[in-house]
């Protein structure tokens, strides 16, 4: 009987340790978890929260405010004029009124220049200075998902315009994390702390 526990005990002891020899050896360098799991996350909140982000569209507003005033006043003046038409013709000699609505033609074809050219510009503009914040973005969303892994980001935003999101779990949704991560990691001077998720 004492033989039969001995082999016994000889045996357990000889599994460990071609176990053990066969257990990798720990890794020089930890890491990252490995990506598994599908997040999502809103472009749209992005886009309005992360401090860098917002502080490049409110300089640009700032910058162009003066043009679209312009563009502003331009339409007051051109809905002035087709109410005047339509309120005055019968008053008016039709001399007059092919006069004004020649006058409103040209202020449209203006108009319509004006936009255009502002609206080239702006976008322009806008593209060149939010390219390096977006690539920012992009790098520390990288570096974001690694450290949780995460292996699948889903754009909410994308996703409700194109009507391919039906339903999702509020609980897989990691825009309040990424933007305090973003922002704690990126201060922008003047803005205020970032939020708690």
């Not at 309005?48 to 640009?60: F, N, P, R």
């Not at 322009?124 to 969303?141: I, T």
């Not at 315009?161 to 933007?179: G, K, M, Q």
Request: charged share 25%.
């Amino acid at each position: 009987m004492n033989t039969k526990i001995i082999q016994s005990v000889l045996v357990l002891i000889a599994v460990a340790a071609v176990a053990r020899a066969q257990q990798p050896t720990a890794p020089a360098k930890p890491q990252t978890a490995p990506a598994k799991r599908l997040a999502l996350i809103n472009s749209g909140v992005i886009q309005d929260q992360v401090g860098e982000y917002k502080a490049k569209i409110e300089e640009l507003n700032r910058k162009y405010e003066p043009q679209v005033k312009g563009l502003q006043d331009m339409a007051d003046r051109i809905n002035a004029l087709e109410s005047t038409i339509k309120s005055q013709s019968n008053v008016l000699t039709p001399a007059r009124v092919a006069e004004m609505t020649e006058q409103l033609a040209q202020m449209k074809r203006d108009y319509q220049r004006k936009a255009e050219d502002l609206q080239a510009e702006g976008e322009r503009v806008k593209n060149q200075a939010l390219d390096p914040v977006k690539k920012k973005m992009s790098a520390f969303m990288q570096d974001f998902a690694a450290r949780r892994g995460i292996a699948v980001m889903v754009d909410l935003a994308a996703g409700f315009e194109a009507n391919t999101i039906v339903w999702y779990d509020p609980r897989a949704d990691i825009t309040l994390e990424f933007v305090t991560e973003y922002n704690k990691a990126n201060p922008v001077p003047g803005a205020p702390p970032p939020a708690k998720p």
